[in-house]
């Protein structure tokens, strides 16, 4: 049996990308195998390429006896299952960055249509109807167009809609200031400043429960009369309903949409309005970006295979042996951390990221541990999701200077963990260490005040006067809104202000902790869940 690496092209990929796989390794098209061949053969490759319909999972990537790496064809990963690869020592790349150049011109494009009524002034004139008056639009020169969420997308619509000659605000708090002033957009605080302003809206932020029917009622019903919407990211962004009744009653002069809660869908009660551009999901469908997908992950399978650096790896990079039992028990915390901190800075961008490892953890490459920090700001807040490989880079891409150091003692703690998120001004930190033979996630330190609290699912902290009867005040108010209280701990180390961190068994509300901060001596409150 010949020693060179098999791969196998399941779906159809870039002929570039099979040709540069052909000339290192021996390459089979699996393009018309059904599941059942796929599962009988899988065995006897060194790896697969794939795009979205092949789900690779955990029963199918157990019989991948000699796989050692996965590529998908593009962005997501869903229809990979990454821990199981991740079990088993098998990279998983993806081909991130193949389609945002294309998603951006999609989104110009859409605007375009918009405002000079293209598509319907063609449907007209090839139905014979010759009604040049009727289509009359607008110009986009001068005009503001307003950006929710100012990752790579965002930014790319940004600049090719100042080349037009427009004005640009965003919106994006995982996005350091000086990153706005670079490329000359206007910084949003708040996305109700983008709707003060925005002639038209266009939306890219990712996909989470937080942001889930973003432009809704309420959001349109700040925006300036006869805005324009537009959505090429996600069909879970936008309340079809109230984009609708928007329309109708005048609000909203129009929209352009790619993109649907359900797809592949033919009827939708927005189909069919003249004052709705709609196209089905072309956003990543030109030829370029399906070729550059192609290209990207057969040079990540090549370099998989050959012992070069996967750069598009969506799961853990190895680490040297000698230092992973010290620092797999704290990717977690770290992760914790990041998390947590974000929560506690919530409103504010994100300029610097400051982490320290101290006592036995400055001793060893604690790179990895810096990365999962970072997966723990980024988490839910870009295009793509984060992992451990494009967390450095997407925390760059957004501007964000990620502060380092190490330090070979600590005051109390064999090892400890500090992370600040440093934002104009203000600084939040928060600092956590390992318990126990295991290593237990335990978090010692928020605003600087001193505790010893288990790692759990959901938080709420609270920063108050330290006087009697306000831990009373907050049992009640949790035990009102039916919240159990898990654990609690509490830090007033000096001063006349005291922290208080609790755990539950559920999400915190937000409306709880606001109804707690609005009593009286409290100073601030946020719910964190990880």
Request: charged share 25%.
């Amino acid at each position: 049996m010949s020693d060179t690496p098999r791969v196998l092209v399941k779906e159809k990929i870039a002929d570039s990308g099979v040709d540069l796989l052909r000339s290192q390794f021996d390459v089979d098209l699996g393009i018309d195998w059904d599941d059942a061949e796929l599962a009988a053969r899988i065995g006897d490759y060194d790896a697969i390429l794939i795009r979205s319909a092949t789900q690779l999972n955990a029963d199918l990537i157990d019989k991948a006896d000699r796989m050692k790496v996965i590529g998908r064809a593009g962005i997501g990963v869903d229809n990979v299952d990454v821990p199981a690869a991740t079990r088993r020592g098998i990279v998983v790349a993806n081909a991130p960055t193949s389609n945002i150049v294309t998603a951006a011109e999609h989104t110009i494009a859409l605007m375009m249509s918009l405002v000079r009524n293209v598509p319907q002034a063609h449907a007209a004139l090839v139905d014979g109807r010759w009604e040049r008056s009727k289509f009359g639009g607008i110009e986009i020169y001068e005009k503001t167009l307003g950006v929710l969420g100012f990752g790579r997308i965002g930014q790319l619509v940004s600049e090719r809609a100042k080349g037009l000659g427009m004005k640009v605000i965003a919106y994006d708090p995982f996005v350091a200031a000086e990153r706005y002033r670079e490329m000359g957009v206007d910084k949003a605080e708040t996305s109700a400043d983008v709707y003060a302003v925005a002639d038209i809206v266009t939306i890219h932020l990712p996909k989470t429960p937080e942001t889930e029917n973003w432009l809704d009622a309420e959001a349109f019903a700040q925006m300036k009369d006869g805005v324009r919407v537009i959505n090429c990211a996600r069909g879970q962004l936008l309340d079809d309903v109230a984009l609708a009744d928007a329309i109708e009653s005048g609000k909203v002069a129009g929209a352009a949409l790619d993109v649907f809660k359900t797809e592949p869908i033919t009827d939708h009660p927005l189909f069919g309005n003249p004052k709705v551009v709609v196209t089905p999901h072309l956003g990543a469908s030109t030829v370029e970006a399906q070729d550059r997908a192609g290209e990207q992950v057969a040079e990540q399978v090549a370099a998989a295979l050959t012992g070069g650096v996967v750069t598009t790896a969506v799961n853990i990079p190895p680490m040297d042996p000698k230092d992973k039992e010290i620092l797999d028990p704290f990717i977690p915390l770290c992760q914790t951390l990041g998390r947590i901190a974000i929560g506690l800075a919530e409103g504010s961008s994100v300029d610097t990221i400051e982490i320290a490892f101290e006592g036995r953890l400055s001793e060893v490459d604690t790179r990895i541990l810096t990365t999962a920090v970072l997966m723990g700001v980024l988490k839910g807040h870009t295009e793509e999701d984060v992992n451990f490989v494009n967390a450095p880079s997407l925390a760059q891409e957004r501007g964000i200077e990620v502060d380092e150091s190490k330090r070979s003692s600590s005051d109390d703690f064999n090892e400890l963990v500090r992370v600040a998120i440093v934002a104009g001004d203000s600084r939040v930190e928060v600092a956590g260490t390992g318990f126990g033979p295991q290593n237990q996630p335990r978090l010692v330190s928020v605003y600087g005040q001193s505790f010893n609290l288990e790692v759990a699912p959901h938080f709420a902290f609270f920063r108050y006067a330290d006087q009697p009867g306000m831990i009373g005040r907050v049992g009640t108010i949790f035990g009102e809104r039916g919240v159990n209280i898990a654990s609690a701990a509490v830090g007033a180390e000096g001063g006349e202000e005291a922290v208080m961190a609790v755990t539950a068994d559920k999400p915190v509300p937000q409306e709880l902790v606001d109804e707690i901060v609005a009593t009286d001596g409290f100073h601030e409150g946020h719910a964190v869940s990880l």
